[in-house]
């Protein structure tokens, strides 16, 4: 039986083994992907303040503006992982669009598993929202196959950046750019935790808003950018994760656009609700199940081996 499970282990290594092999990374790797990944933030980020006005960022001609300068700087965010494959001399192997998570291989899992992992998570949350709701079940059929409902939605420019715009292209750029430059770096797990980061930074400049604005003390809107920073760096971590094992983009914007919708659990509600033992132990169980299904839902089996990112680095890629 040992054997046996030896046998396994040097199999699936194997299978994670680098298919390019010619990829030899070279001297300054490290401060090229760093470098490139900053100004792709930056270029993201700055992308949003290259309209002047004095309308606030919840303005429907502000979002529209903001829509055509993000969606360019993600358009052209792909040549930033070109350049960095020439640069590196990593031109064998997947194609850009495979490395960036674009492929057919594995999709359909890659779109059920890690949203249905994502709700697990929110079982609190979502048992919270089923008790205050006034709809009944078949009401919420009714509104999801309703086409007016969502073009209602869909003229909405709030849910249009907060459900599509932004998972989409934050997803793209900070996960898809930026995880297959920085995994030959890094390696697969320590750049789970480093893509996050620019990410985190990246949502600061919600800060340069509510100063301008006014909306709070400075104490308060400084505590709020910390906690931003926080969840957004954890998040980061999770879809990075998810990015790595599945190798796939959508599973990322999918959970992306579910969180965007549930927003931070209200935890302080639910314990002041009726129910609150139902809601409270929904919030536990949902913890539990989450890391106990969290490889399993994620298995790279699922999504054809090797995935694509995991060719770059001679380590095993989270298996």
């Not at 396994?8 to 299978?15: D, K, W």
């Not at 869909?154 to 930026?178: G, H, I, K, Y």
């Amino acid at each position: 039986m040992a054997e046996e499970t030896g046998l396994s282990s040097n199999l699936l290594a194997e299978e994670m083994e680098p298919v390019n092999g010619d990829f030899v990374p070279p001297e300054g790797l490290c401060w090229v992907s760093v470098l490139s990944c900053l100004l792709l933030a930056c270029s993201y980020v700055g992308s949003l303040y290259v309209w002047r006005s004095d309308l606030p960022r919840d303005h429907p001609t502000v979002i529209k503006r903001r829509f055509t300068s993000v969606l360019i700087v993600s358009g052209l965010s792909p040549l930033f992982v070109w350049a960095w494959r020439e640069f590196t001399g990593a031109r064998g192997g997947p194609s850009l669009l495979a490395l960036m998570g674009i492929r057919f291989e594995g999709l359909i899992p890659a779109i059920i598993l890690p949203l249905l992992l994502t709700m697990v998570l929110f079982l609190g949350p979502l048992m919270q929202l089923a008790m205050d709701c006034p709809w009944s079940f078949m009401d919420g059929i009714r509104v999801a196959f309703d086409p007016w409902f969502w073009t209602l939605c869909f003229s909405d420019m709030r849910w249009l950046r907060n459900q599509v715009v932004a998972p989409l292209t934050e997803e793209l750029v900070f996960r898809a750019c930026m995880l297959p430059m920085l995994v030959p770096c890094a390696g697969p797990s320590l750049a789970i935790f480093t893509c996050p980061l620019f990410f985190g930074v990246a949502h600061f400049h919600h800060v340069i808003e509510l100063l301008r604005f006014r909306q709070g003390t400075l104490s308060g809107i400084f505590l709020s950018a910390v906690f931003q920073f926080s969840y957004t760096a954890v998040f980061g971590a999770y879809t990075a994760f998810i990015f790595i094992r599945t190798g796939h983009l959508m599973g990322p914007v999918l959970c992306h656009s579910f969180c965007n919708y549930m927003g931070f659990p209200a935890i302080s509600a639910a314990l002041e609700h009726p129910h609150r033992l139902i809601i409270l132990s929904s919030y536990l169980l949902g913890v539990l199940l989450f890391f106990l299904f969290l490889l399993p839902f994620t298995d790279p089996f699922y999504y054809v081996l090797p995935t694509p990112i995991c060719t770059l680095t001679s380590s095993l890629c989270l298996s």
